[in-house]
């Protein structure tokens, strides 16, 4: 095919948010564990799985035309590549993650000014030392190949460590001292590619599904039967997005009222709602919300 997209999906901690989040934009994606090459319902998209580590290379590089990574990985490898869209999601939840400088518990380490020709186990090295530099800080930084919780004191004196919740450092005996960087996944193109009308178009319409599907993910619909004596009652409760959609019935003492919501309200919402006479309610899953 002459059109046709190379997609980096993340293999890894982000694989299955990735996979879900394709899915509610409509494209279906499958794989088995040993297999790098998955399938998706577009022939037009040739999807590979990378480590997020590596994916900014390969996508500087040509071997990719577009990928899924962190920004992290994106300014570890110094990656001269398009940043197209920005996804806040991650493994466990819809937020960013952050790097922290981190140490055990009973540490003297107060701060980073403390790492003076100290030993410091990161994956992220060469933000690491940039971070140190800026501080004008001299320390030894080590690559750490992975359990990096698990090297301080005897193997290092502080880490410098991704977390979500911070749930696996404190489980180690470990506290956070600063943070490193904050970073978020990022959909990121080679710029030859980007320079392609076609591949260009293509890439904007998956980050429009994408941002679609990310937008609804803590989302729900709510539609409802409203007498129209009580509809501004009604109305005054609704913490919608925008407007809500009121339509009127074959029996025009009554309206139909439709709006998105936050899910987490919806459960102390709909008993106000029917006390204050809404029949008929119905709350629905989201797919997408474009703005």
């Given at each position: 095919m002459s059109n046709l997209l190379k997609l980096g999906?993340?293999?890894?901690?982000?694989?299955?948010?990735?996979?879900?989040?394709?899915?509610?934009?409509?494209?279906?994606?499958?794989?088995?564990?040993?297999?790098?090459?998955p399938s998706i319902n577009d022939v037009e998209i040739k999807p590979m799985l990378i480590?997020?580590?590596?994916?900014?290379?390969?996508?500087?590089?040509g071997l990719l035309d577009v990928g899924i990574t962190g920004r992290d990985w994106v300014q570890e490898n110094d990656s001269k590549i398009e940043e197209v869209a920005e996804?806040?999601?991650?493994?466990?939840?819809?937020?960013?993650?952050?790097?922290?400088?981190?140490?055990?518990?009973?540490?003297?380490?107060?701060?980073?000014?403390?790492?003076?020709?100290?030993?410091?186990a990161t994956e992220l090295v060469n933000v690491s030392k940039r971070y140190l530099e800026s501080k004008k800080v001299k320390a030894n930084v080590e690559f750490s190949?992975?359990?990096?919780?698990?090297?301080?004191?005897e193997l290092a004196d502080a880490i410098i460590e991704v977390t979500e919740t911070g749930s696996s450092l404190k489980a180690n005996k470990l506290?956070?001292?600063?943070?490193?960087?904050?970073?978020?996944?990022?959909?990121?193109a080679n710029q030859e590619s980007w320079k392609d009308e076609w591949k260009k178009g293509k890439i904007?319409?998956?980050?429009?599904?994408?941002?679609?599907?990310?937008?609804?993910?803590?989302?729900?619909?709510?539609?409802?039967?409203?007498?129209?004596?009580?509809?501004?009652?009604?109305?005054?409760?609704?913490?919608?997005?925008?407007s809500p959609t009121v339509s009127y019935l074959y029996d025009k003492e009554w309206v139909?009222?439709?709006?998105?919501?936050?899910?987490?309200?919806?459960?102390?919402?709909?008993?106000?709602?029917?006390?204050?006479?809404?029949?008929?309610?119905?709350?629905?899953?989201l797919n997408k919300v474009i703005p």
């Amino acid at each position: 095919m002459s059109n046709l997209l190379k997609l980096g999906l993340p293999k890894g901690s982000l694989q299955d948010s990735t996979f879900h989040l394709f899915g509610k934009a409509g494209y279906k994606i499958s794989s088995t564990s040993r297999s790098y090459f998955p399938s998706i319902n577009d022939v037009e998209i040739k999807p590979m799985l990378i480590r997020a580590q590596e994916m900014s290379r390969y996508v500087e590089n040509g071997l990719l035309d577009v990928g899924i990574t962190g920004r992290d990985w994106v300014q570890e490898n110094d990656s001269k590549i398009e940043e197209v869209a920005e996804l806040i999601y991650a493994k466990q939840g819809l937020k960013p993650v952050r790097w922290v400088l981190a140490v055990p518990e009973d540490s003297k380490i107060q701060s980073v000014m403390d790492l003076e020709g100290k030993r410091v186990a990161t994956e992220l090295v060469n933000v690491s030392k940039r971070y140190l530099e800026s501080k004008k800080v001299k320390a030894n930084v080590e690559f750490s190949w992975g359990a990096t919780e698990a090297k301080p004191p005897e193997l290092a004196d502080a880490i410098i460590e991704v977390t979500e919740t911070g749930s696996s450092l404190k489980a180690n005996k470990l506290k956070i001292v600063e943070t490193v960087l904050e970073s978020s996944t990022v959909v990121i193109a080679n710029q030859e590619s980007w320079k392609d009308e076609w591949k260009k178009g293509k890439i904007q319409n998956i980050c429009l599904l994408l941002k679609g599907a990310l937008n609804a993910e803590e989302k729900v619909g709510l539609k409802m039967n409203v007498p129209l004596k009580k509809l501004d009652q009604v109305l005054k409760t609704l913490p919608s997005m925008n407007s809500p959609t009121v339509s009127y019935l074959y029996d025009k003492e009554w309206v139909d009222v439709d709006i998105v919501i936050d899910e987490k309200v919806v459960r102390d919402l709909i008993p106000q709602l029917k006390r204050q006479g809404a029949e008929g309610i119905v709350e629905y899953p989201l797919n997408k919300v474009i703005p």
